[in-house]
């Protein structure tokens, strides 16, 4: 279990996260997903230890990551843009983690570096962005920790190497338990992947919970109503947005399915139907909660 | 911990990731090391193939010598080099995140980095210059030299790595590392030389020589403690050497405590830019300005560019040029104004009003221009090039130097002006008044003993003074009959005649030496001015070479002198010529030059060059009872 406790880290004026509390389960594959400069990958550096918080702690098994190398090694990061020296290769930088990671399966390293298209031996600068984001995975995989943080991993892959990964993630969760955390504003590919999710705007949670109990939460629908009710009939049923084309209206409200079907039943409509909502939609009707919305943004 | 961490695996590992890090720095090192030891084998090729007949081991000596201080300028480079590469981790987000997620804790990356990148440069450093020091071991303490000159380069590789490893965890990026670290290294060196300058400008008595026998002026430079160590074990200044030693050690401690302390509490996230240590750009910024409008604000006023040269003019310049310094400094640190202009300027004001008040305090409120040591407190004391050790002659010697301060105060203005001959104007320096000077004062106007005095304390303090520069002897401020009278006690001391003739009383040395050509006795005739004006003629005889002849001659002369109440009077021309049988003056000498036995190098040469009047019976008798001397006292088989 990894507990994230009253986390506060501050640069200078600015505080992206406030006082932030959730827990990851083990096993889950987490996504975290808000807004730009929401604070997830200052997150992510917090839970790697990378970062010191400002408050509160995060603690994996009931012990502090910060400063503690026997939890780090269970942990292993890999950053928005993965760092490399100019003349890193895999080889020489799987020399470097083979001895800081007692986990480190140099078979699966080997099998890795058979997967990916990539040859070990050449430098990852001279790389695609694509290739240094695989070659950071192989690394990541072969020191199969516990805990694998990513940052915006999805960026630069192509659609088959993204399969490969989500697969080959999902595997590890199979066999070991492990427990991935995605930071990513790719939405499509975490809802392939992702078992909970975290949602965070301006350094505070806004939603963390199950995917599936998340997308039931919120629904949409689409109705044709003889006469648009009035404003104050709609804003009963907790409607976080209402679109409209011609005499169609399509509204996201959150609730129970049951209980929405039965208010929208009880004002007559022509047409109503029940639409699944994707993890993008969801993403944004809540945001659109705490004004976070196109429109706002615009003006 | 500390301990604890250097035995964990996770150091081993990143403590060799670190080393090969700097795998280029080893290579090109080691290659340029490698030029040198070929040189160096060259040289010594060239010495032995061509039968060098002057002082070979000197020479290989030397070579030794200059081969390891490259050495040591090397080492010292490519510890910068590598302390900004090795360090420059911290200094990027993204490798932030990379050695942050890692599983060792920060001393562990600092340990690891810090001893890793040292290695680098130390092996190669260790390695050529024990080469060099092996391959010059036929000199004799060549060797020895070379291996102390290895170990301060290695003590002065830890100092100077510690202090940049510590600076780079303090700065947001490696070009304010590199400002910072090059700006340190020269801005308190920069404000001593400043306040230095200062007091040799206007204090009498104060010169600039004295500076660099202090390790002060580098105390906060630790690329240059090795030279520092090296120049004080050269000259043999014992109390300088072991304090630069001592200091180097402790600061290369202190830095590494700072460091760890910095790496544990340093905010990864600087790595976006913003420097963790604010006082450091800012002191920095600060002291550089002190530093430029102090120099500029010396010349101008020594110079008179404006004013008399007073601390007025020096404050006038010193404020302008050091706050366009600062100005100009900010930008490049700050690359603009905004950013933290208000407490750069604050920290600049509050430097410039203490190195101001520093500089009134030291040039008018402290006695320096007056201060005479306290003899019993003096362990020896130096007039140029003669020493004395004994009481009554270092008391003596603090006469003479209290006689000039006192002359000082009392014609000159005060506080003093810049610049070396304000305020001293009174001069003998008419034709007329200088030959009566001359005449009345003949040790005074001879310079016989130097304007320079140098006075050893306990635990190798000194105190140095020089008056030269206010064109001492000839300056009627000086109670100049006083002085000579204390010139004369000085030089009829037992000590100054056995400093000043060493072989008549050094049996050891007498038989070091040889006659480097035959001695000489000399008489020298002073013709009557209508005769010649000013001219004399020379007869010479030249003395027997033989030991026993000379240790007699030694012996006899040593009689004389010691017994000399009025040996002054040999120095210089106290009317104390003989008068030959034609009613001229005439002096007789005896001049011998010695140089080491067996050896034919033109150094290390003593001289016995003294002049024998009709006092010194015994030395007169011994001459008549060899047969060089004929007639009554003075004349002599030609």
Known sequence: MLEIKNITKKFGDNVPLDNLSFSIPTGSVFGLIGSNGSGKSTLLRIISGVYQSDGGTVEIDGMPTFENPVVKEQCFFISDFPYFYNDSTVENLASLYRDLYSSWDQEKYIALSEMFPINTKDKIMHMSKGMQRQAALILALAANPKYILLDEIFDGLDPVVRQLIKKLLMGMVAENGTTVIISSHNLRELEDVCDHIGLIHRGGVIMEKELDEAKLGIHRLQVVFREEPEEETLSQMNVVNIRRQGKMMTLTVKGNAEEIEKAVSALEPVYMEMLPLTLEEVFISEMEAVGYDINNIIK | ?638
């Open chain 2, 1 to 638: 911990m500390t301990l604890t961490t250097l035995s964990n695996k996770s150091f081993g590992k990143l403590f060799q990731w670190a080393f090969k890090r700097n795998k280029t720095i080893i290579i090109v090192f080691s290659i340029l090391m490698l030029l040198g030891i070929t040189g160096v084998l060259y040289m010594l090729f060239e010495l032995h193939a061509r039968e060098y007949n002057g002082d070979l081991s000197g020479t290989i000596s030397s070579l030794s010598v200059s081969a390891l201080s490259v050495a040591q300028f090397g080492a010292l480079a490519f510890t910068f080099l590598s302390a900004i590469r090795t360090f420059s981790f911290l200094h990027n987000k993204r490798s932030v995140d990379m050695f942050g997620a890692l599983p060792a804790t920060r001393e562990t990356l600092f340990l690891s980095h810090l001893l890793g990148g040292m290695t680098a440069v130390a092996v190669p450093y260790t390695g050529g210059s024990l080469i060099v020091a092996l391959l010059t071991m036929s000199a004799p303490g060549a060797l020895g030299t070379g291996l102390l000159m290895i170990l301060f380069g290695l003590i002065g590789i830890a100092a100077a790595y510690t202090f940049t490893a510590m600076v780079a965890y303090c700065c947001g990026t490696s070009a304010d590392v590199v400002i910072i670290t090059l700006t340190a290294n020269v801005s308190f060196a920069g404000i001593v030389l400043v306040l230095y300058s200062m007091m040799a400008s206007m204090i009498p008595g104060i010169t600039m020589h004295s500076l660099w026998h202090t390790p002060l002026i580098a105390l906060l430079s630790p690329y240059a403690f090795t030279f520092l160590a090296d120049k004080y074990y050269f000259s043999s200044e014992t109390a300088s050497f072991i304090f630069i030693l001592v200091w180097i050690v402790l600061f290369a401690v202190l830095m590494f405590a700072a460091g760890l302390r910095a790496a544990k509490k340093h905010k990864a996230e600087c790595a976006q830019g913003e420097v963790i240590v604010k006082w450091m750009p800012v002191t920095v910024k600060s002291c550089g300005s002190v530093v430029c409008g102090g120099l500029i604000g010396i010349g101008a006023a020594t110079a008179g560019v404006s004013g008399s040269g007073n601390m007025g003019s020096f404050v006038f310049w010193y404020l302008i040029v050091s706050f366009i310094a600062f100005i100009i400094l900010h930008f490049i640190f700050s690359r603009g104004f905004k950013s933290k202009f208000i407490p750069s300027l604050i920290a600049y004001g509050c430097t410039t009003a203490v190195v101001i008040g520093l500089s009134f305090l030291m040039t008018t409120g402290m006695g320096i221009d007056t201060y005479v040591p306290d003899p019993a407190s003096v362990s020896s004391v130096a007039m140029g090039n003669d020493e004395f050790k004994d009481p009554d002659n270092i008391k003596t010697v603090t006469e003479i130097h209290q006689v000039i301060t006192e002359g000082i105060r009392k014609e000159n203005t005060y506080p003093y002006y810049f610049g070396s001959d304000q305020g001293y104007n009174t001069y003998y320096n008419e034709e007329n008044e200088y030959n009566s000077f001359q005449k009345q004062y003949p040790l005074l106007s001879s310079g016989f003993l130097s304007n320079s005095f140098v006075y050893n304390k306990a635990f190798g303090f000194t105190t140095e003074r020089d008056y030269s520069f206010m064109y001492y002897p000839y300056n009627k401020s000086f109670d100049s009959e006083r002085i000579e009278l204390l010139l004369q006690k000085l030089v009829n001391s037992d000590e100054y005649k056995k400093n000043r003739n060493e072989v008549l009383w050094n049996k050891e040395l007498r038989s070091r030496v040889t006659p480097d050509s035959p001695p000489t006795l000399v008489r020298t005739v002073y013709l009557p001015e209508p005769y010649a004006e000013g001219a004399q003629n020379d007869y010479r005889i030249d003395l027997p070479s033989d030991e026993a002849f000379l240790n007699g001659l030694y012996d006899a002369i040593a009689e004389d002198i010691l017994a000399d109440k009025e040996y002054y009077k040999c120095l210089t021309d106290y009317g104390d010529e003989e008068v030959d049988e034609f009613g001229m003056d005439t002096k007789l000498m005896v001049e011998i030059s010695l140089r080491p036995k067996d050896q034919n190098n033109f150094m290390d040469y003593y001289s016995l060059n003294t002049r024998i009047p009709t006092r010194y019976t015994h030395t007169l008798s011994y001459l008549h009872s060899h047969q060089i001397l004929t007639d009554g006292t003075t004349g002599y088989i030609s």
